[in-house]
């Protein structure tokens, strides 16, 4: 019985968990789908469900997937838990999915979204993962476009889904046999006729669609910003479907999987939540390398440090504003082995890096949005840093850097006529926008032809970001096009005045946006969340914080960047990723 695994790293815990029946595999499995006649020798479409089976056939008694945190932890070995995912796939088909049919899934970190990722593809279906932080007109939005024709949903979400016209599968997240979604996968089982996966067809179109994942906007039906980037086309502001392919998906999870260094023995716990942008991938990168990984249904610093503390995990992903609360938790101490933070969403400062660093969490700052798999480019290290000072180093570290290997070279530009893309020179001065095509960029806005065509301009794809490029060919995010802050006929970047500030030592996060000033157009204005231990002492001291700053920020910055107003708040505006939400602190500027 494949239920036991090479590693014990959970205890007893692990040890005593019994799949149900459904989920036990047979003796002879054969992982490969069924190829139609007719495909050339010398090809295979490329697919990122095929890393499972690899998974599956290669390293079967390998804990692929820890569920420990809840009241009915699971444990799953790689052999379990592709039988899990091929029973989902006949479950799917059993209950009428097609090729190119959209499945929904509105679920925390959890088997259920971990399944999904691989069952939708398996039943070539489109997986259409669903923010559960969004509400319940959001939701019902985002089903009626994609035309959903199955939900898969968690227990604690069936909220959202009550009115919905699709059919909802339920799980109560136990693992157990009279949880409905696990009747649901034995349905599927008994539907296969112990075909396997010889029962499932290839899909020979690598083009066709992987994930349908929605992007949020101000205006419009969906009012929750989900987006990664803040693109200056007002048609963007409004909700769309990203429509990823499976070739994008398979050579996204492939240099991700590179470019964070997991192989077979890292294991990876997932802080991120999986339905951003599929996770960045990260549940086919992980099944590339044979990794293990381990869910989480809420993010929890003081589980986070018990799970880095006791259960060997290597690598996570997570935006710096994560970060920063990951690293000032209580329970946070030296690690005795080196974990791979992936940190996208904002530049990291120097001082975070810094204390990641001596907590021995090394930083790899990638950057990406949800229209390019989620990262794309990375901060690459080079030798003639170790000579530099953290705060030095830690500057080149916070660039976005050079395209991963497998995608195509990022540009900065700005357009000319007839949309041609002029190249801005390599000074590490001059502004343009970030473009890419290639690999890892969407196929297109899912029933949006409008909208993709103003997307692709100039034949490739337009971030909105505004950056510069460097001699070396490393690219920096000045700023995005709604963040600029244009004082007195100067431009002055909120990421790099925010840079700047983060170094003040009271300091633990800060955010920047424009307010608009009588004599010089706007202003730049601060708001600002001190370290803890520093509050009382601000509380009391008889100046104000906001005048420290100022005072502060005039030996690093020039005058029409210093800020004019700073507001200590408690918390920051934030997504479900801890990206800080400026469209928020700009509504909090217009009212004053």
Not at 27 to 45: A, D, E, Y
Not at 350 to 371: C, M, P, R, S
Not at 510 to 538: C, D, S, Y
């Amino acid at each position: 019985m494949m239920s036991k695994f090479t590693e014990t790293r959970f205890g007893f815990a692990a040890e005593s968990f019994e799949p149900t029946p459904a989920s036990i595999p047979p003796v002879k499995q054969i992982f490969r789908l069924r190829t139609p006649p007719g495909l050339p020798v010398n090809l295979h479409p490329l697919n990122p469900l095929l890393f499972l089976l690899r998974c599956a056939q290669i390293c079967p008694q390998k804990l692929a997937l820890a569920h420990p945190d809840v009241e009915y932890p699971v444990f799953y070995s790689y052999a379990v838990w592709a039988q899990r995912i091929q029973n989902l796939a006949y479950a799917l088909i059993m209950s009428g999915i097609q090729p190119g049919d959209r499945v929904a899934v509105i679920a925390p970190n959890s088997p259920l979204i971990a399944d999904a990722h691989h069952g939708v593809l398996a039943a070539r279906g489109v997986l259409t993962p669903i923010n559960t932080r969004l509400t319940k007109h959001e939701v019902s939005y985002i089903l009626q476009h994609s035309g959903a024709k199955i939900i898969l949903v968690d227990h604690e979400y069936v909220h959202l889904v009550s009115d919905a016209n699709a059919r909802c599968i339920v799980s109560m997240d136990t693992g157990r046999v009279s949880d409905p979604y696990e009747d649901f996968l034995n349905e599927g089982r008994t539907f296969s006729a112990e075909k396997g996966w010889s029962g499932l067809d290839m899909e020979l179109n690598e083009d066709s669609a992987a994930t349908l994942c929605y992007t949020s906007g101000t205006t419009g039906r969906v009012n929750v910003l989900t987006v990664t980037i803040y693109p200056s086309d007002e048609d963007y502001w409004q909700p769309k479907g990203v429509l990823s392919t499976l070739r994008g998906s398979y050579l996204a999870s492939i240099g991700n999987a590179f470019e964070a260094r997991l192989d077979r023995n890292a294991v990876y716990l997932w802080i991120l939540p999986m339905f951003h942008a599929a996770g960045w991938t990260f549940p086919w990168a992980i099944t590339f390398a044979f990794a293990s990984q381990i869910t989480m249904r809420t993010v929890s610093n003081s589980l986070i440090w018990s799970h880095f503390k006791n259960f060997g995990v290597s690598h996570y992903c997570a935006a710096p504003t994560v970060q920063i609360g990951i690293i000032n938790d209580p329970d946070a101490v030296r690690l005795p082995s080196p974990i791979m933070a992936i940190i996208a969403g904002s530049a990291p400062t120097a001082h975070l890096i810094g204390e990641l660093e001596k907590k021995n969490i090394l930083a790899v700052h990638v950057y990406g949005l949800t229209f390019t798999y989620g990262p794309f480019t990375r901060a690459y290290a080079q030798p003639s840093w170790e000579m530099l000072s953290l705060e030095e180093r830690a500057k080149l570290m916070a660039r976005q850097g050079h395209s991963f290997a497998t995608a195509q070279e990022v540009r900065v530009v700005s357009f000319g006529d007839n949309d041609e893309l002029i190249d801005v020179p390599a000074d590490g001065k001059t502004v343009g926008e970030i473009v890419t095509r290639g690999n890892i960029v969407m196929k297109e806005y899912f029933r949006d032809e409008r909208a993709t065509q103003k997307a692709f301009r100039g034949g490739y794809f337009g971030s909105g970001d505004l950056a510069v490029m460097y001699p070396d060919g490393a690219i920096a995010i000045q700023d995005r096009s709604k963040d600029i802050i244009i004082s007195g006929g100067e431009n002055a970047s909120s990421l790099a005045i925010e840079q700047e500030l983060s170094t003040h030592p009271d300091i633990l996060e800060v955010a920047v946006v424009a307010r608009p000033h009588p004599r010089w157009g706007e202003r730049p204005m601060a708001f600002v969340v001190l370290r803890p231990e520093k509050v009382r002492q601000w509380n009391k001291a008889d100046n104000d914080f906001s005048e420290s700053l100022k005072v502060f920020s005039r030996g690093r910055l020039p005058g029409f960047a210093c800020p004019e107003w700073v507001q200590v708040v408690d918390e920051l505006p934030k997504t479900s990723t801890g990206k800080i939400l400026k469209t928020t602190l700009r509504g909090i500027v217009a009212k004053l």
